[in-house]
């Protein structure tokens, strides 16, 4: 598989995973680009970096955020490789392992689910602010509020009533609005 094989496998297991935010390859200000990184409820997020070759994962462990873990995204992390090019015991800390073996993506070893620290926190909102700043270059002469707002304009234009297929905004599912996923896990 390639590299960019293995990410689209990681795009679609973060969704499996119950991710319902989902950005591949997207750079943040402590340096990292994750090659795919999800956000659960509670703004858990779930870190996967694919690794096609020993001597990326060998060159991956010398990056300044995996030198010292704290700056690191994911409060999960995994490396995603292709059948077996990693053995567990040579993951940093608390990592978790995924491969992809005839064409089934298996998890050979679980992540903690802790490793995120407050500075990597203060790094995830940057790269989600970043990739919205992108988005609004990209929908302008739109604010990203006018654009999110496109279905009251819909149902404006249908006299008051969305057309068929699409659900009102209170009618979305959206965990990351459910005031029960913002309380603390016990």
């Known amino acids: 598989m390639t590299h960019a094989q293995l990410v689209s496998t990681a795009v679609a297991w973060l969704?499996?995973?119950?991710?319902?935010?989902?950005?591949s390859e997207q750079a943040c200000a402590s340096g990292e680009m994750p090659d795919a990184i999800g956000w659960k409820?509670?703004?858990?997020?779930?870190?996967?970096e694919c690794?096609?070759?020993?001597?990326?994962?060998?060159?991956?462990?010398?990056?300044?955020?995996?030198?010292?873990?704290?700056m690191g995204l994911g409060c999960e992390r995994f490396y995603l490789t292709q059948g077996s090019l990693l053995r567990p015991e040579e993951l940093p800390p608390g990592w978790g392992?995924?491969?992809v073996k005839n064409r089934r993506l298996e998890m050979?070893?679980?992540?903690a689910k802790n490793l995120r620290t407050a500075k990597g926190f203060r790094y995830e909102m940057n790269l989600l602010l970043a990739s919205l700043r992108r988005v609004?270059?990209?929908?302008?002469?739109?604010?990203?509020t006018d654009f999110l707002k496109w279905?009251?304009?819909?149902?404006?234009?249908n006299?008051?009533?969305?057309?068929?297929?699409?659900?009102?905004?209170?009618?979305?599912?959206?965990?990351?609005?459910?005031?029960?996923?913002?309380?603390?896990?016990?």
């Open 15 to 23: 969704r499996r995973y119950r991710c319902g935010v989902v950005l």
């Open 151 to 157: 279905k009251n304009r819909m149902a404006e234009y």
């Open 41 to 48: 409820g509670q703004s858990h997020s779930v870190l996967v």
């Open 51 to 70: 690794k096609v070759s020993r001597g990326d994962f060998l060159a991956d462990r010398e990056k300044p955020f995996r030198r010292k873990p704290e």
């Open 108 to 111: 050979v070893q679980p992540s």
């Open 159 to 186: 006299r008051g009533t969305l057309p068929e297929g699409l659900l009102s905004g209170e009618a979305e599912e959206n965990v990351f609005l459910d005031p029960e996923e913002l309380l603390p896990t016990q």
């Open 97 to 99: 392992l995924l491969e």
């Open 136 to 144: 609004e270059v990209r929908i302008e002469p739109q604010s990203i």
